[in-house]
């Protein structure tokens, strides 16, 4: 397959998909609620991690997050990055427009300044009733709705995009009836 016709369906396909909205714009002003089983953490050195260990929950307003292991990055009091590893990783937050989004991958980089998640290992971001992508790395941007993936050396990206009126289209099977 010539890569350039693939590289514009993936642009146009990222262009056409306002399905992809923002994250709920509330929860960045949240408390942001860390549950472990363990937890090794400096009060007073932010320069040290703060390491969250076996079976993390994060939750901030409707931003629930499930890994293994979070590795907390912290600057001047505020929270600034969050790695995030273990099998998988799991995340969930409701959209502005009242819509969910779902995500999971091995790995989740979450730079919390610039509201975005690099995801990595058998990524997927899901939108039900909208749309869906998987890849080996997807960045998105839960401010602006943003979603790109794959890249050189990161594998293909797959992506579903669901009718906007699922009510309109055709019977499974071809058979289509009367409206």
Not at 141 to 148: E, F, K, L
């Amino acid at each position: 397959m010539n890569p350039i016709p693939a590289v514009r369906l993936l642009l146009l396909a990222i262009a056409l998909a306002p399905a992809l909205a923002a994250a709920k714009s509330s929860d960045r002003n949240q408390t942001l609620s860390v549950d472990a089983g363990g937890s090794d953490c400096s009060v007073s050195n932010e320069a040290l991690p703060c390491l969250f260990t076996n079976g993390v929950t994060i939750t901030q307003g409707t931003l629930e997050i499930q890994a293994t292991r979070a590795d907390v990055r912290r600057r001047n009091g505020e929270f600034q990055r969050v790695i995030l590893t273990g099998g998988p990783v799991r995340m969930k937050q409701q959209m502005d427009d009242g819509g969910w989004v779902d995500a999971t991958a091995a790995q989740a980089d979450y730079n919390m300044p610039n509201d975005t998640v690099v995801l990595t290992g058998g990524a997927v971001v899901n939108q039900p009733g909208r749309g869906r992508m998987e890849g080996e790395r997807i960045v998105y941007n839960m401010a602006s709705g943003q979603v790109q993936g794959g890249g050189e050396g990161q594998g293909r990206v797959r992506m579903q995009f669901e009718p906007r009126n699922r009510s309109q289209t055709a019977p499974a099977g071809g058979q289509g009836g009367s409206r």
